[in-house]
């Protein structure tokens, strides 16, 4: 990050009165930051020259000389009316102020730019037309070869659908639109504790100058591909949209490691995206990207070769994993069948033993049995006196009994 010496103080809200008309040009003077004791020209004090009432208000509405130049305190320099005159700056607000200011700041940018060098710059004053309609620019830069870069500075609201309109207007006409928002007003909305604890905000360099919502405009501009961008006129700074996110591939225990984010611009259904500001003077207009290429910028597009390499060999190893678990898989499925085939073969064998040794027990039982009828059958066929010999042994008949009047005789022979 290179947010220079001025970075963390931009986009402070500060309304400072920078700028002043001066009367003899007609043209705007800038009071650069820590300036005030010192000298606008060589001899020329700003003090000096502020004295003579020579220094008027930008503001439309006003015009009065200022009286006095504020240096010293904590306090940006800047110049104020005297106690009593040009009681407006709550009356009209900042915006006009802002307009004003951040014109004034593109073109003493685009003039002094050494790419830019050649170029012809129109304040308000060069319609592009189309068939269809036509659109005037806040500042736009023509090349000596006719090459046009219009930048519109943004203070109010305006919906994506209107936006997508003019930006494909400046397409058609063949023209680089570069879109600058403003540090206060609707288009700066401080995000929320909630948003702030999203994995993409959670951290943040200590350089970067605040933390915004992303509205429905700015997720319009990323859905194709515009990455939005701030402007503050006080300190000249130009604020990129940007995060620190963590690739896919990163597993959830290792989200908030720092090795595995890449500082990459917000996506398109991010709520909020932290702002990283770069004086403008480091900033250079890319004709072939069509933005204007701030030093964050020029990070992002490293930190994505960077991402895309990493996520190439994670890829990679994905599927290096893959085809091993794969190999595994089938050594596993192999197996299984092998026990399940062998299983298989013991039960079969099994039941083939219980079966044979069920048959030897039934052939046993047959051949008892049969036994047994032959033996029957043969008895059959045997003379009555062999099948039962005990019904006609030879045995004596038994002794007559005695009579009943010799009871004597049967006791004596018992
Ligand atoms: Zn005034």
Redesign the pocket.
Known sequence: MTPGPRGPQAFTQDTA?VLAVDKKTKHLRYLPAGEGNGEMEPGVTWRGYVAQGMLL???PD???P?GRVVAGGGRRHHFA?RPG??E??AGTGPETLWHLSAKDVLARWAASQPSLAGWTLHLDDAPITLPDGWRRPDVLAVSPDGVKVAFEVQYSALTGTDWKARHDFYFKAGVVDIWLFAHHGPQWRAATARQLRRAELVWRDPDWAATVQLSGLHQTMLQHGVIPLWLDPTTQTIGTATTRVHAAHTSPDARLGEDAAYTLPPRRAFPACHIAADPLEQCDVDLAARELLTPTRRVHCKERDRFQADEQVAQERAARVRAQLHVQQEERTRRRRAAEQEKRRAIAAQVAEEQAEREKREHEELRRKEEERAAFEARQKMPLTQQFPPMFGQEPPSPPKPPWWKPWQRIARS
């Open positions: 009165q208000c930008p503001e006003c015009g009065l200022f009316h005159e040009g407006h700056d």
